[in-house]
């Protein structure tokens, strides 16, 4: 049972480049989400989802897209990436119809834009 | 914006003495919950408390939650220096709405 699995593990990217952050999941949770963590600011709400086909915006989730075809995928792209965008970026997931459950992480992804 | 605060951003303690961190919030919420983060990895789920329960046990954890002053604490017991990592609290407004994240406390026990 892997949990969430998140690739790559690190990533540099040139300003101006896009990619796809993939985070796949076994726990046939409804509930993803993408956070960002950077330095002294927690965790942050990028995107999230409540099933295939129902994606919406968390916190700050300007320069990126996301899409939500299957439970078990949920990718997370960057059209034309920005050194502002140089974080660690956690993907996670829940049980969602039954309430009060508690979140699984991946082991994140580092991205660097230079 | 953050919705927890933890306090103290920074904990350095002795093995064997108890840690105790804190967590603000704004709003109601349904629950708050614990998580723990070593250096590098991806965060761990610890402990749930609903905002009906006052107190709860895990093992070395104890959790407490005052819903008057919109507030929790984390304690660990005993600490030992594999408790070195990050602590989180995060909030669930209503049972299954996207969990918030406060900025953690840096817990450092020295063997």
């Known amino acids: 049972n892997a949990g969430v699995t998140q690739t790559p593990k690190f990533q540099v990217l040139k300003t101006g480049q896009s990619m796809t952050l993939q985070c796949a999941q076994d726990?046939?949770?409804?509930?993803m989400s993408w956070y960002r963590q950077d330095p002294g600011m927690g965790l942050r709400l990028i995107h999230y989802?409540?099933?295939?086909?129902?994606?919406d915006q968390g916190e700050v989730p300007n320069g990126y897209n996301v899409s939500r075809s299957t439970t078990e995928d949920f990718p997370l792209r960057l059209l034309s990436a920005a050194p502002s965008q140089t974080s660690v970026y956690f993907c996670?997931?829940?049980?969602?119809?039954?309430?009060?459950?508690?979140?699984?992480f991946g082991q994140g992804t580092r991205l660097t834009v230079v | 914006s953050q919705q927890g605060e933890e306090d103290p951003q920074a904990l350095s303690i002795q093995e064997g003495e108890n840690a105790t961190m804190n967590c603000s919030y704004k709003?109601?919420?349904?629950?708050l919950q614990w998580y723990r983060q070593n250096s590098g990895r991806g965060l761990v789920h610890l402990i749930l408390?609903?905002?009906?329960?006052r107190e709860k046990h895990s093992g070395r954890l104890r959790v407490t939650l005052d819903t008057s002053k919109k507030s929790s604490s984390l304690l660990i017991t005993a600490s030992r220096a594999a408790d070195t990592a990050s602590y989180f609290c995060?909030?669930?407004?209503?049972?299954?709405?996207?969990?918030?994240f406060g900025k953690g406390t840096r817990l450092s026990v020295i063997a």
């Open positions: 996670a997931s829940r049980a969602w119809e039954r309430k009060n459950t508690e979140a699984f």
């Open positions: 726990m046939n949770h409804e509930y």
């Open positions: 989802s409540v099933g295939a086909g129902i994606t």
């Open positions: 709003t109601s919420i349904n629950n």
């Open positions: 408390i609903r905002s009906n329960e």
């Open positions: 995060a909030t669930d407004v209503s049972g299954n709405t996207p969990l918030v």
